[in-house]
């Protein structure tokens, strides 16, 4: 067994003393070496994150799962859990258009073993980006969508979104991640998905939600520019926040420049918000997120 | 006459060649020693500012003033410009309400020769902050304001405006701050102060406008939070930004933290802003503005 | 008892299993109701700390403390602890010479309520600020150095230090911030005040240790300049750092440019490290520190 | 012609008057619309960037720069300048080691038209990474170097360089991006590629020269990890600063989690560097830079 193979356990449920000497009362009974421990109570709820390394404990994380579900029971119904294992990678799919930034900057960390996740494939409603992901030996699948004034638009577009429903389904992957695709979820998948879809939004939000927001701040006159990787959700870019991050622009730059120096802002935003979902490290309460980084 | 005394001009007008060429010639001519030289085009509209050493002149502001006149006059009605000199002090009145972390942000830089500016008076429409003021040796005005359930409240509101508008009018200062100051100031302020009345908004604008920002973005579950100085205009939170910046806050951040924590913010938002302003960086062109740090 | 009363819990002790299961054990059985806890273990070393609600323990801190050195006992020798109590007021000594800016932000700030400590007197080797100091209604001490060309300098700096030794011990304070003090402490003051001394300095250590950072800075063209809180030592500007921030200069920045630009990241890097540390968020093994935000 | 081709002048020389007047002046009488001017004098020095639309002139960049020539000459034989065409490609050569990150990125802002720069080889003293090079279709070549126990390490250094200068040379490149290349550029080579040759270096230098800078950066406890971005000397890490960053850590950050987290601000910071550099935005006085950004 790998020397730095963890099972992390998250946890919440609403505050109330003794949960903390509970669980790690649990885990020190079991002879559990912790080697990361966070926690949070606000707004009357409690939120915890353990990593304990695997080899610490006498047997695998489907024991460790079936024990802590007794734990977890002792705090009413409305606790929420989980216990994954890092030695079991994590996998995701991620949607594209035409921007290739957030890809490519994505399939590097990658390639390179800095996201720990497998990328079973990238589906884009046009083929642009084909050639780069399959450069890094990742499928790539095209879903083309009906454009703007085709007169069965919303026809075609139930259809091609249930095309790429079926795709992503098919690998029931941990991140489903919108990297710039420039089509707006249906209702349906945000729920299906509810928690694992990640969007990377090239604003700070709650400023400039929809449409061209580089165009909103240039029009504005802000001196910074900001991007927010977030949940999606039925309200378009109201979903909870996992990272935002901006950069200082000033009146000598136009539109362009600040979509080019935006891209810097998108990329970082959008890497750290994956890596944290991936780690287990964001836990969704209502439409905000603690994140234990 | 002190030897980094400066002429500053600022001159803005429809873009064309040669500006640059007009304006430094002229310069030259006179000997004019530039120390500063900032040019910006955009919008079709151009934007500079020059600071010349008032030593290498063979004459005074009024002059330079005067033959700058015939210079911008070429560059038809729409050129707006002025000269002014750093050895004249500017003059500043500040408005407070209760929280006196800008104010004594401004006591102690202005008191410690940090900001080019003669104070000439605080109004307050709350009387706690007077003590702090009258140990600067500012003199402080209390212009009480009806509460939120006075019956006459409207009428209450635009006499005590009168008289704020009466004691900031009798020093004509180059500009009135309204540093935490909790009132809305009515339309015909903001137009007879336009480019003078300077206001620190605790959110990063367009985001969290009105009352109460630190309650909607710890509402939102924002990664960042900030503050905006900019000119106040008849439309609440929507004039010409002078200056943002932001500060990270995170899931422990409750909003008395993000209120405490916004405080280091707002502080230096203003300072710079209202440097800038002082020192004649700031250029308005419609509800933007071009600054030349 | 305030609502908001907590007593703080502050470990250290070599790394094994079990400890925070001890820790919350113990405070779960007394009912104690956990408002923060933070974790760290590493280089084999395990820190924690805990806020724990006073009214939820049915005895005061010092029956706590009574029972909490039994469970560190379990530790061994090498464990480290303390159990504050908030409603026990800190005390800090100053230490200025000319510089205003620490020393203004820091009377604001504790004038407001922000920094929870009692300021019992500030000592000044120049007595340029104790207008200031007064006004605040703080005593100020002036305890004069000799000049860089006194021939019995040495003698005159021994003779000087202790009665800055004196002062600061009749109150033993919590501690004693070096706020832009000009003179180098002596080896047996800093460690008498050991993890209590706090000192300023304007650069982002280890660059520029030293006189004159600014100068270094401008000197060698670095693209930001910054501030370090640390804990004092006998090695100069080698000691703990407990918080480090920098901002953004360019080729414009004078020397006087930098100076007057450092004063805003000294002022908001000193005021962070010294309320962390007043609110015992900072933990010092060997020369480096654990600051639980 | 391209709309938004431009002619950039560059020029330095001793300050004294006239100079902004000499050269918007020359531009003027020639028609030359500016679209970017910016200007700084400091320590006796004049510097000046122009940008001006080609399309403007009723000429080419050779005549051009043969004009400007007649006019730099009237500022003696000091001054420096150069006069380029955004229409004409500049060049550049990578040189990796094993570390992919600086240069997948640069390869996907080149390929994705961000900077502007043909690459024309990268040049590896291991193998790792000609599989990413070539699927950008870009030459790889492979120079091995001895290993540091090699007995003829010396004399297969030279030999290594040797080649290395042969393929850079036949390139005549504008700029010769040290990727993370972990070898250091023998004096000869800095002083040939003075200007052209640019480092990024994996900390806020000055602190942290040398090898294993994250080591030295955790050793120390700083609380901001940063890069710089730097000409290449002869005095190995102390070249002209083009830009630098940073990104806050903490206790809990190991040097393992600062080489990823420094790895997001390594490519940034040599990505802007690299950019201003292509842009002539980067002027060298002495040891220190004007950045024109």
Redesign the interface.
């Known amino acids: 067994m790998e020397l730095d193979r963890r099972y992390v356990i998250t946890f919440s449920c609403p505050d109330r ?2 949960i ?3 669980i ?2 649990f ?3 079991l ?12 707004d009357n709820w409690f ?1 915890t994150r353990q990593a304990v390394r695997a080899d ?1 404990l006498p047997f695998g994380v489907d024991e460790l799962r079936a024990r802590f579900a007794a734990v977890a029971d002792e705090f009413g119904p409305e606790a929420t859990w989980q216990v994954t294992d890092t030695g079991v990678p994590k996998h995701a799919v991620l949607l594209v258009t035409r921007e ?2 957030c890809l ?2 994505l399939l ?1 960390r990658i ?2 073993g ?1 996201l720990p996740v497998t990328l079973d494939a990238v589906i884009g409603n046009h083929e642009d980006l084909a050639g780069l992901v399959e ?1 890094h030996g990742v499928p790539f699948h095209h879903v083309p969508f009906p454009g703007p004034r085709d007169p069965k638009k919303e026809q075609g577009k139930v259809a091609s979104f249930e095309k790429v429903r079926q795709i992503v389904d098919s690998f029931s992957p941990d991140a489903i991640v919108l990297a710039r695709f420039m089509q707006i979820l249906p209702a349906h998948l945000c729920e299906e998905w509810a928690g694992r879809a990640i969007n990377i939004h090239h604003s ?5 939600m929809g449409a061209r927001p580089y165009h909103q701040a240039h029009q ?5 520019i ?1 991007a927010t990787c977030h949940y999606a959700t039925a309200d378009l870019d109201a979903g ?7 950069i200082r622009v ?3 730059d ?1 539109v362009p420049d600040m979509v ?1 120096r935006g ?2 802002i998108e990329r ?1 935003v959008l ?1 750290r918000g994956l890596r944290w979902h991936l780690e287990d490290r964001v836990l969704v309460h209502g ?5 234990f ?1």
């Open positions: 003393t003794g903390v000497a509970r790690s009362g885990l020190a009974e002879g559990g070496w912790i080697v990361e421990a966070a926690y949070h109570a606000g939120f610490s290739p930034h490519h900057d590097g390639s390179a800095e450069a700070f939000l709650p400023s400039f504005r006159g802000v001196k910074l900001g909870p926040i996992i990272e935002q991050d901006v000033d009146h000598g136009t080019r891209r810097d970082l890497a439409n905000k997120t603690v994140v980084r």
